[in-house]
């Protein structure tokens, strides 16, 4: 089981689903986007909802939870829902945990594919997944989130932030820093306002959770930017930004959403930054 400092890493498969590719590719042509990933036949592109849990420090750290499973027949249709590959509880416990054993879930952003785990139906009623953890969300991201704009509504779902705006158990984050010893949250304003990535430090080197700054391996590419950003001149920026850190600093990158590659470093080339070393989180080190 690799370790980053005192905490031993899992990843936590919470099912896939499809995406519109030239939605998850914005400007670039599908002839180019396409060599990458290959659309079925309804354009969408295959992704996971890899998520990572950590264990130390007398803490079980979630970050991220998959959309969940209160989703219709309609729903699960059009955006291609598999949890036949696995879900987050199955997941949990293959790593021999249960949702109530988490002590925290650090949450990137609100939309749908990432905290949609959060929550569970019971009927007409809603509860807190995690029945006994905190639940960690930049305090700017959430304002954003009660009060959406039109573009970006369709994201976020009141049946994944109500019964958290009334558990007593949010956690509003306060800009960057650190959270817990050797986990420290970078904001990024591109793809949503005040998204949090997650970077986990210790002597055997760093991994950052990139969410959906990087939602793919083959988004590393400046111009290769989702039509789903609001700001995407924003993320044109702090894309490059963030990958030149990266490549200074040895990081290593873990995916959420790429359905080839969970874990990959990056390297400065000719042709710009590119990933290389493709492998699992087991093979971290």
Known sequence: MPRIGPYSLYAIETGRFGLDGGAMFGVVPKPLWERKITPDARNRIPLHMRCLLLEGEGRLILIDNGLGDKYNTKFKDLYAVDHGVGDLHSSLKKAGFQASDVTDVILTHLHFDHCGGSTTRHGDSLSLTFP?????????????????????????????????????????????????????????????????????????????????????????????????????????????????????????????????????????????????????LESLW
């Open 132 to 280: 006994n953890a905190g639940y960690h969300v930049q305090r700017d991201h959430w304002t954003w989130a009660r009060q959406p704009n039109a573009r970006e509504a369709a994201s976020f779902f009141d049946e994944n932030l109500e019964p958290l705006a009334q558990s007593g158990q949010l956690q509003l984050v306060e800009g960057e820093g650190s959270l817990f010893p050797g986990i420290d949250v970078l904001t990024f304003h591109g793809h949503t306002h005040a998204q949090q990535l997650v970077k986990i430090s210790g002597v055997e080197g760093t991994l950052v959770f990139v969410a959906d700054l990087l939602p793919t391996s083959a988004h590393l590419r400046t111009p290769w930017i989702m039509g789903y950003d609001v700001r995407p001149l924003i993320t044109l920026e702090e894309k490059p930004a963030f990958l030149a850190e990266a490549v200074a600093g040895g990081w290593q990158l873990f995916f959420e959403h790429d359905a080839a590659v969970a874990v990959a470093s990056v390297v400065s080339t000719e042709r710009g930054v590119v990933s290389s070393e493709h492998r699992t």
